[in-house]
């Protein structure tokens, strides 16, 4: 009987903490894209649920077609972090997205491109005046085509872009009813392999396509120790995967449904490892926002300054 009523008195009291544990446990809420190899390698090994147990973080990965799509979500709370390249960011801070630049992915210009199909006779950049052209509105390549024209003396509105995810880029590419495609990898390398396409220009010397880490402002402020667990693993897992690059390729290929020799293309053309932001990578993303603005791309001048980390240095370089 005493157990009875002790039990009667003790169960509210145990479930209550049970619950209070379970409130008091947090979730990283990563927005990533299939394409972003790096966090596909390290979704799939769950080293980074390890790394964040200790901290009492759970972490649920958030799959997105695309950069603009990705930024969208981390706008509206879907998300908390997040990885894009060059592109979305400046797009949405000029809709008055709310976050902050937290690390960047080294340059790499080869990993995107403007391929025509093997049998096109467009050869030059300048045979795509008038041309239609299909690209991922507001991601990296959206950039990589302006450059492109701009150095050939052509303007973005020579071409007709064409608006489209990379899934419906490519089938539109495949039966003809577009000229070019701007596209980045494994996309790049997939459709090089399988369907012949040819490489018109790369981002060598036109673009750096650098990639970008972002966090929702207020969880940026509010979780720094969550996030350098996530730069820690994710520097773990680019050591891992440049040591053995074939090896890496075995384990994303059939994560994002590709043959393991065009994930291991796409992976030698990428330079993995996050970095801090430095003024000089604030200043070249400056240039894009500028660029963008320039083209009406974007209805107002933004400063990437507003979207970084709180440091003097880089708020006045990137002005």
């Known amino acids: 009987m005493l157990f009875c009523s002790l039990l009667r008195w003790t169960a509210p009291l145990l479930i209550a903490a049970a619950s209070f544990h379970a409130s008091a446990q947090t ?28 901290l009492g973080v759970a972490v649920k990965w958030v799959e997105f077609p695309a950069g603009p799509q990705l930024l969208e979500g ?18 949405a801070q000029a809709a008055g997205a709310r ?11 080869e990993a995107e491109a403007i391929v025509v199909p093997k049998e096109s006779p467009i050869r030059s950049v300048a045979e795509l005046k008038g041309k239609k052209v299909a690209l991922n509105k507001g991601s990296n390549v959206h950039y990589l085509l302006v450059k492109a024209l701009e150095k050939q003396g052509l303007k973005l509105g020579d071409v ?16 003809g009813a577009v000229d070019a495609w701007v596209i980045w990898d494994p996309f790049l390398a997939a459709v090089e392999k399988q369907s012949g396409a040819r490489v018109v220009t790369d981002g ?29 693993d994710t520097q773990v897992q680019a050591t891992t995967l440049k040591a053995n690059i074939k090896a890496a390729a075995a384990v994303i290929a059939p994560l994002q449904g590709l043959e393991p ?59």
């Not at 872009?161 to 495949?174: G, I, S």
């Open 160 to 175: 007709q872009a064409v608006y489209l995810p990379p899934a419906d880029a490519r089938a539109a590419f495949e039966r």
């Open 27 to 54: 979730t990283l809420r990563i927005g990533f894209q299939k394409s972003a190899s790096l966090l596909t390698l390290q979704k799939s090994s769950g080293s980074l649920e390890k790394k964040l147990a200790p």
């Open 261 to 319: 020799e065009v994930v291991e293309k796409s992976l030698t053309r990428y330079q993995f490892g996050v970095k801090p932001l430095t003024a000089a990578v604030a200043a070249e993303q400056q240039k894009i926002a500028d660029s963008f603005h320039a083209l009406g791309l974007i209805p107002k001048p933004i400063h990437v300054a507003d979207a970084l980390p709180g440091t003097a240095k880089l708020a006045e370089a990137a002005k």
């Open 74 to 91: 981390l706008n509206v709370g879907a998300v908390d972090v997040g990885f894009v390249g060059e592109a979305p960011p400046i797009f």
């Open 99 to 109: 976050f902050v630049y937290i690390g960047y992915d080294p340059a790499a210009p």
């Open 204 to 232: 060598r010397g036109l673009v750096n396509n650098y990639a970008y880490y972002l966090a929702e402002r207020g969880y940026a402020e509010k979780q720094p120790q969550v996030i350098q667990a996530l730069f820690e």
